[in-house]
């Protein structure tokens, strides 16, 4: 038997003991994943060794009724004759690195219009809370959606992008950093175990995809550090990174490095898998 079955044999027993234990299967997948395996892979790999479809394993939770994003494809996009060039795609987690999302002029505009409105950002508290952290020290604002006509036609360039209504993308979040400032590893998926989960997903559902937009390039630092996948994406100006997940999925884990010199500008659009309204 070679290293891969042998090592294979091992997990179907492992899945198989562990269900005869009583653990059901979202204790399972939880399990797979907190050893490393994306979310993906987990409900594979206990569909596989339980021989049950995923569906019917009760894995997908009922949220999964909702959309979900489309990843774009290389090598490139045509969106109303604006042409979007899709730079790096990874499958863990589905990322795409994109070229040319904004114009110079646009990235221009957004700034111009949300330095006036900048405020210190929050984060979501486990009660689903707005809050100060620390762990995030950047300045920002949110656009309406639909705010004027300008937001409007990037907000519908993106929703085309990934092929999802315009109406399942949160406000426009505009996002300021500083020398030394930075947002630490996080998700940007809610955690369904969190006591604030059902307040904060009550208008749009679950998040599902996030796309952030560099609408500068900073003298130095200010990337986006992906650690499960080893990839850091360079901050500039009009390109942008967009990446899916599903809930629980840990290949998404991302945080903004700190600026080391000059300044950092973004925008960033968090996708829902329902209407947000």
């Not at 987990?42 to 021989?51: E, F, P, T």
């Not at 042409?83 to 990874?90: F, H, N, T």
């Not at 559902?205 to 499960?228: C, M, V, W």
């Not at 990839?231 to 999925?249: L, Q």
Request: charged share 25%; with cysteine.
């Amino acid at each position: 038997m070679s290293k891969r079955d042998s090592q294979t044999a091992q997990l179907r027993d492992w899945v198989l003991t562990t269900a005869r234990a009583g653990h059901n299967v979202d204790a399972i997948v939880q399990m797979l994943q907190e050893a490393g395996y994306s979310a993906r892979q987990s409900r594979q790999i206990v569909a596989k060794h339980l021989d049950q479809p995923a569906m019917e394993m009760g894995v997908f939770s009922p949220r999964r009724e909702g959309k979900r994003t489309r990843h774009p494809e290389p090598p490139a996009l045509d969106i109303a004759g604006h042409r979007v060039d899709v730079a790096l795609a990874l499958d863990e987690p589905p990322l795409r690195v994109l070229e040319n999302v904004l114009t110079p002029a646009e990235c221009d505009e957004l700034i111009e219009l949300a330095r006036p409105r900048l405020d210190r950002s929050l984060t979501v508290d486990r009660a689903g809370q707005h809050q100060i952290d620390q762990a995030r020290t950047s300045s920002g604002m949110f656009f309406g959606l639909g705010e004027n006509a300008f937001i409007k036609r990037i907000e519908e360039r993106l929703a085309a992008l990934v092929e999802l209504p315009a109406d399942h993308g949160e406000g426009v979040q505009i996002l300021h950093y500083e020398p030394g400032q930075q947002y630490e590893p996080h998700y940007d998926w809610f955690d369904p175990a969190q006591p604030g989960f059902a307040t904060i997903t009550a208008a749009g559902g679950q998040r599902i995809a996030s796309i952030i937009i560099y609408l500068n390039t900073p003298a130095g630092g200010g990337g986006t550090h992906f650690p499960h996948a080893g990839v850091t994406v360079t901050a500039r100006r009009g390109a942008a990174v967009y990446f899916a997940y599903e809930g629980g999925d840990k290949t998404s884990l991302h945080a903004g490095l700190p600026v080391i010199k000059g300044e950092k500008w973004i925008a960033t659009k968090w996708l829902r898998e329902r209407p947000y309204r």
